[in-house]
């Protein structure tokens, strides 16, 4: 009785051991692990860094990797990596990432419990990328230097054609969403839009570009502009304004009554991804009530998990809730992206010469 009782013990000790070399193997290969995750730069790379990768990393074991870029350049990184990707998830902009999926660089998304805490503006058709937030593309200004010189807070896309912001305002290209959005907007006040976009392009030759100090795509560049007091308005996203205010500056944005327009982020797993697992995790980590909550607080990005709650406070500058987001503006991206190489050529030609 006695050796069989040893012998149990042996096999059980056997098995105990066998379990723990598994899990240790385990959360090394874990470990051993490294993702790469293509984001944008500036305020959000901050966000990333401090408060979402680590918590990802921790619950995990997978090392990331941050490859900063804006929307257009990650996009030519996929293409340029077709057939043998070195990114595992990319984040683009609501447009970029329609021509992502397009073009098949993503992945059918991991079903998993967190899809269905999100507003369905969060939702691609495709089902293979998901929106994390959105932000609004609208005006920013520096509330000091307006009521210093008793310059009106700006209140119309029109406002940036006024003669007392020459060289004075900074516009993103159109390879950017919210420069963009700009050129849609002045279409559409001009009898054209997204089918007819030629007002959109004499509108800022002829009454735009005299006031226009940079065409500038950096966040941190944009930043700068504001800081030095080389700009004193913009156009561009909620977030963006947010993060620059909350350094202190006085940033103030607004929406034109016209409308402003909903720019979503949206982040894929990458078709061809070795790491396909761990991506699709983290994708579901940035949609948890963690991550929304700090991309909201701290990068200012509307949250699009239905379950997160912020303070009134922490509400300020972005969409939050389907009732703000649902006032903001949408273009058709169908009708952009079949013309956005020809439109980004023709501005480099006649607008950013």
């Known amino acids: 009785m006695r050796s069989v009782m040893c012998g149990l013990m042996a096999t059980a000790a056997l ?41 990802f990393e921790k619950a995990t074991g997978v090392k990331v990797e941050y490859v900063a870029g804006n929307s257009t350049d990650n996009l030519a990184k996929l ?32 079903k998993a419990p967190v899809y269905d805490q999100l507003y369905d503006l969060a939702k691609m058709p495709s089902g293979k990328a998901i929106n994390f937030g959105a932000v609004g593309t609208g005006i920013v200004y520096n509330k000091a230097y307006f009521d210093e010189n008793k310059i009106p ?41 997204e089918t007819n976009i030629e007002p959109g392009f004499k509108e800022f030759k002829d009454k735009i570009n005299p006031n226009v100090l940079a065409y500038e795509p950096s966040p941190g560049k944009m930043t700068e502009l504001f800081q030095s007091n080389q700009a004193v308005i913009a156009v561009w996203g909620s977030g963006r304004a947010k993060a620059l205010a ?60 239905k379950t997160v709650e912020l303070p009134a406070e922490k509400q300020v500058g972005i969409p939050y809730g389907p009732e703000q987001v649902g006032k903001l503006l949408v273009v058709d991206w169908d009708t952009i992206n079949k013309n956005r190489e020809a439109w980004n050529k023709r501005w480099t030609r006649e607008i950013e010469r």
């Open 246 to 305: 909350d350094t202190g500056f006085p940033a103030t944005f607004t929406y034109p009554k016209e409308g402003g327009i909903v720019l979503g982020s949206a982040a894929c797993q990458v078709a061809g991804s070795k790491n396909a697992a761990e991506a699709q995790k983290f994708i579901q980590h940035m949609l948890g009530v963690e991550a929304q909550t700090a991309l909201a607080v701290n990068a200012g990005f509307g949250p699009v998990n």
């Open 15 to 55: 098995w105990c051991g066998m379990a723990a070399i598994q899990t240790a193997q385990a959360q090394t290969g874990a470990q051993d692990k490294t993702l790469y995750v293509a984001a944008y730069g500036g305020s959000f790379e901050q966000t990333m860094r401090k408060d979402i990768i680590p918590a």
């Open 153 to 193: 807070a700006p209140t119309s896309w029109k406002d940036i054609e006024d003669p007392r912001y020459k060289k004075k305002l900074v516009v993103p290209p159109i390879n950017n969403s919210y420069g963009l959005h700009a050129l849609v907007m002045m279409a559409r006040l001009n009898g054209g839009g």
């Open 79 to 110: 293409q340029a990596q077709k057939g043998n990707q070195q990114i595992d998830v990319v984040i683009l902009d609501d447009g970029p990432m329609y021509q992502a999926v397009a073009l098949n660089f993503c992945a059918d998304l991991a």
